[in-house]
């Protein structure tokens, strides 16, 4: 089973709706500018104006992409009377113009315009909610900081408040090896797949060649823009929370990659609101991984009908409702964690310092290849995706043994490092990591968290550390919700490295801690009462046809290049061949990702991630290939991208960028 397909086995599929629904594949919906959007809408039939809408604003690609994901959840919608909106964002799918980055200021003054679009048609009720996982959970948060009119509420998944702090770019400052190029080299190639002629017509193929022409790879903007500026500030509405001003229902889980910024939006956002955080990865949580799902659509349309129609805003109370996962074994997946509800709101959260009655310093273990066991960094939910065992990761770092506890240890929330450390070179980073250490010896990670230590007084403007003496860092780990049994015990491992998931250091680095003057703080709950969710069990509108041409596949390799000294972690995910025989449109994609380290030499850092993309119908027949490469030496970091584009198996298409950045304490 392809990754993004569906297990229809884990929910009650809902033929039997209030309303019958009626699809509109495509219409355009035109920009102030002239530039047209392709939507699909999903419509109940009913007379006078419907309950209200629900949009969805994403770029990838409403017929074919996400066509799977987007029906079971529209149409579901528009059975109980939500008019259901998904637009391709200009420049991707069948919308034209060209997308030029990850969130610009374009794609919110385009949603702006969709909003104002939807509350002035003959079918509306003039209430329009956002919802969207991932880029639509960041895209809602960003247009709801810019207070349309129209706008009632918002439901964003996995996404963020701050796009420095907490995404595949940089994350306490440090470049993320493992996501920034890989990110950017998926929508590299995603970016450059073709409208389709049944929407377009015949300049099909005069749009695509644009598209490949002047879409240009994300990631050199990334890398320009190595410290939180004004780029990173953009679309970052941590920067003033008080610009929402409508009801937030959130939801992320412990395996995702984004929970961190549910627990800052819970804490800031002074609106009605609402969190779910279960013990998924990066999907929709009515069929994420690991279970136990819930009933995500039956929470979204309660909420709906709370804020969309007549809202009584005193009569709500916030819930914050968290999954307390049970202690498991190591493993790179899981079908289901065991575990309890609560909701955080009703307990008292204290703190300790587990790093405590410790003297003197220590200096850390420097290995350049320590972290190839640390799973990746935003899981989906794909088998290889978690962490390992951590027995030689630890082994790798220097690792500090806490005493067992005599009762279990409810750990829910961020734990905080507080640290003293010292450097004997002017740039360095620290990694910290938590592992529940089983009787039986196994290592099972529970959470972790990195710094660029040049960062320490400002992401903004870091500078030059003093070396041969110490300084003060703090510094989140991510939030989790894990019970540590009685009998067994924490270990808690700091390094220097951390690859890939940390880009290193350009040189080899003597890293001291003074422990005596440092504390690793995690909130806990001693004792709480658990509560039980009102939609416990999935269940979506009926999904559409598929036929699996070629199933999706996944492999993830250590590899030790014995005469070479050489580390490589090889990452192959094939999501598979399907067709939609609704409209006969075929689509699939390769990915190969090689992360690539020598050990003693920081400067070897290497990843090269390619894709494949197959897209065709009735009309087309395409193929994308995309190379993408990052390597660095002590001033710059070097960015190679190569696009080659086929139709009807002849190349039509071929363009190379090549660009080199100047590392800024990176």
């Known amino acids: 089973m392809g990754v993004f397909d569906v297990d229809y086995n884990k929910i009650n599929i809902v033929k039997d709706m209030p309303y019958e629904v009626e699809i509109t594949h495509h219409t355009w919906i035109t920009m102030s500018d002239g530039t047209k959007l392709s939507a699909k809408i999903w419509a109940p039939v009913m007379e006078g104006k419907n309950k209200g809408t629900v949009l969805e604003y994403l770029p990838y690609r409403k017929d074919d992409f996400t066509a799977l994901r987007d029906e079971i959840r529209h149409k579901y919608f528009a059975g109980h009377g939500y008019t259901s909106v998904r637009v391709d964002i200009r420049g991707t799918g069948d919308s034209e113009g060209i997308i030029d980055d990850e969130y610009p200021k374009v794609e919110q003054d385009d949603g702006i315009e969709i909003i104002e679009w939807i509350a002035k048609q003959p079918w509306s ?37 701050d796009r420095y702090a907490d995404d595949v770019h940089y994350r306490g400052g440090t470049m993320m090896a493992s996501d920034m190029l890989w990110w950017a080299s998926t929508m590299f190639a995603y970016n450059a797949r073709p409208p389709f002629p049944k929407f377009v017509g015949d300049r099909w193929y005069d749009m695509w060649i644009d598209r490949l022409d002047k879409t240009p790879p994300f990631v050199e903007r990334w890398v320009e823009n190595q410290t939180r500026n004004s780029y990173w500030k953009h679309g970052s509405v941590n920067e003033d929370y008080s610009d929402i001003n409508i009801p937030v229902l959130t939801m992320s889980g412990w395996a995702d990659a984004y929970p961190n910024a549910l627990f800052r939006l819970m804490e800031n956002l002074n609106v009605p609101k609402k969190a779910i955080v279960g013990p998924w990865a990066h999907e929709f949580p009515d069929l994420a991984i690991p279970g136990p799902q819930i009933g995500y659509l039956q929470e979204v349309l309660e909420w709906l009908d709370k804020w969309m129609e007549n809202p009584d805003y005193k009569a709500h109370q916030d819930e914050f409702l968290v999954y307390l996962q049970d202690s498991v074994e190591p493993k790179t997946s899981y079908a289901y964690r065991s575990g309890e509800w609560m909701d955080l709101y009703r307990e008292k959260v204290e703190h300790q310092n587990i790093l405590k009655d410790l003297e003197g310093s220590v200096r850390l273990l420097n290995c350049q290849h320590h972290g190839l066991y640390s799973g990746v960094f935003c899981p989906f939910g794909q088998e290889g995706d978690l962490p390992d065992d951590q027995t030689i990761d630890n082994s790798l770092a220097t690792t500090i043994s806490c005493k067992m506890f005599d009762e279990p240890i409810n750990i829910i929330g961020m734990p905080i490092a507080k640290l003293r450390v010292k450097s004997d070179k002017e740039q360095a980073n620290i990694h910290v990591r938590l592992s529940d250490v089983h009787p039986n010896g196994k290592k099972t990670l529970i959470t972790r968290g990195q710094f660029n230590i040049n960062h320490y007084q400002s992401h903004e403007f870091p500078e030059a550390l003093p070396t041969d003496q110490y300084v003060d860092v703090e510094f989140p780990l991510d939030v989790v919700g894990y019970q540590l049994p009685k009998g067994h015990h924490l270990e808690i491992t700091m ?122 119908d009735n009309d087309i027949d395409t193929k994308v290939e995309t190379i993408s490469d990052m390597w660095c030496d002590e001033e710059y970091f070097y960015l190679y991208n190569q696009l080659v584009a086929y139709n009807n198996g002849e190349q039509c298409f071929e363009k190379e960028w090549r660009k080199k950045y100047k590392r800024n304490f990176v």
Not at 127 to 151: D, H, T, Y
Not at 512 to 532: A, R
Not at 547 to 562: A, F, N, Q
């Open 125 to 161: 009720n003039g209430s329009v909610a956002m919802i969207g996982k991932s880029w639509g959970g960041f895209n809602g948060l960003q247009i709801a900081a810019r207070r349309p009119e129209a706008l009632k509420t918002i439901i964003t998944l996995c996404s963020t408040d």
């Open 495 to 616: 390094s220097p490295t951390y690859w890939p998931q940390v880009w290193p250091s350009p040189e080899m680095v003597n890293l001291d801690v003074d422990l005596e003057h440092s504390k690793v703080e995690l909130p806990h709950v001693n004792t709480f009462e658990p509560v039980s969710l009102d939609y416990p069990n999935s269940e979506t509108a009926e999904p559409l046809e598929k036929e699996v041409i070629r199933e999706g596949s996944r492999t993830r390799d250590v590899i030790k290049k014995l005469t070479e000294d050489k580390w490589v972690l090889a990452d192959y995910s094939d999501e598979g061949l399907r067709n939609l025989p609704h409209l006969n449109i075929t689509y699939g994609t390769e990915n190969y990702n090689d992360f690539i380290i020598i050990e003693d030499d920081p400067l070897s850092a290497h990843v090269r991630c390619t894709w494949d993309v197959i897209v065709k």
